[in-house]
């Protein structure tokens, strides 16, 4: 989706991080030990917005080759008509779960 933009974003950046817990924590519905968190730099004229999500690493993968497509060359000051684009993306892989944890955090870069 590229438009006409005073700032068109030019860079997704999407890293994955695995922060270990000091020890095992539960919440009575589930145990873990670490906490994944995916995090996405979108750069736009000369800033970078840093956005994230808890979330499996497979949410770095739809980011960098489903999401990430959609919004370079949008107007980085668009988020409402980057977001659409990026829903719109992720509609045969499904909006709930991972596809919405990775919009999300490209939404919060931006």
Known sequence: MIQDSAAPI???????????TDAPEADG???????TVVLVEASAGG???????????????????TLAKQVIGCDALDVPRAWEAMIRSIRNQGRPGVGSMAVSAVDVAL
């Open 10 to 20: 030019e860079r997704v950046d999407v890293s994955v991080y695995v922060i270990p």
């Open 29 to 35: 519905t589930a145990e873990w030990d670490s906490t």
């Open 47 to 65: 800033k970078t917005g840093l956005g994230w999500s808890y979330a499996a690493s497979a949410a770095a993968t739809l980011i960098r080759e």
